[in-house]
C-alpha cells in the first residue's frame, strides 16, 4: 500500500554523465523527435496520462517558449510502428541552476496510460541522458514522492536525491516514505547525510 506516502515536491541530481544506462525500447517502439504543430500531440498525451492536472499551453509556454528552436533535436516522442505517439520526454537544461552554474534537465516525462508499465520509462530517460550529455556534464530533474515508479526509474538510471535538499524537513519525510517502499541504498545514503554530489 502506498496510502503512507508524503506528498513532497523534490530534486534529484545526476552528478557526472559516466556510465549512462543503454536500454533500448520494446519491440513495437521508436524514437521520433519534436517537430511542428507538436504541441497538442504533447497536450494530448498529459491529459490522457494526468486527467486531473490540469497542463495547458500555457505550460508548454512556460517551460519553452523562448527556446522553441531547442525543441527540434531535445524534445522525444515514443510512437508505436503504427505511428501513433504514446510517450514525451524532454532533454533539457537550466543555465544557472540555484547559483550552482549550468545542468542538463530530464522535463516533461509522460507515457500514455495505455503504454504504462511495459517498459517504456527507462529507455526513454536514457535517450535523454544521451542527448543532455552531450552538452552537459551532469543532470537534474524535480518529481514528486507520490510517483514511486518514476523514482525507481530515477534512481536505477543513476540519479541521486539532491543534497542541497536536506533541510527541507518536509523533504525529508517525503523520501523517508518512499524509501519504505523502495529500499534503495541511494535514498538511505542521503538520508544518512553520506552523499555530498552537486553542492
Not at 530534486?11 to 513495437?28: F, Q, S
Not at 492536472?53 to 517551460?63: K, N, V
Amino acid at each position: 500500500m502506498v496510502d503512507d506516502l508524503i506528498d513532497a515536491d523534490v530534486y534529484m541530481i545526476r552528478p557526472t554523465m559516466n556510465d549512462l544506462p543503454d536500454w533500448p525500447l520494446p519491440a513495437g517502439y521508436r524514437f521520433r523527435t519534436y517537430r511542428d504543430g507538436d504541441l497538442d500531440v504533447w497536450l494530448a498525451l498529459h491529459h490522457d496520462a494526468e486527467p486531473f492536472l490540469p497542463i495547458g499551453p500555457e505550460h508548454f509556454a512556460r517551460s519553452f517558449g523562448g527556446r522553441l528552436s531547442a525543441l527540434y533535436d531535445r524534445m522525444f516522442f515514443v510512437q508505436t510502428l503504427e505511428g501513433e505517439d504514446v510517450g514525451s520526454i524532454t532533454a533539457w537544461w537550466e543555465d544557472d541552476r540555484q547559483g550552482r552554474g549550468a545542468w542538463g534537465r530530464i522535463h516533461w516525462v509522460i507515457v500514455a496510460r495505455a503504454h504504462q508499465r511495459r517498459g517504456l520509462a527507462k529507455p526513454m530517460t536514457a535517450h535523454a541522458l544521451r542527448r543532455i550529455a552531450r552538452d552537459h556534464s551532469r543532470a537534474m530533474l524535480g518529481t514528486n514522492t507520490l510517483r514511486l515508479w518514476a523514482i525507481k526509474t530515477y534512481l536505477d538510471c543513476g540519479f541521486i536525491p539532491d543534497p542541497m535538499q536536506r533541510s527541507d524537513a518536509k523533504v525529508v519525510q517525503g523520501w523517508r516514505s518512499a524509501q519504505e517502499h523502495l529500499r534503495h541504498p541511494a535514498i538511505e545514503q542521503w538520508l544518512q547525510g553520506e552523499t555530498t554530489f552537486g553542492r
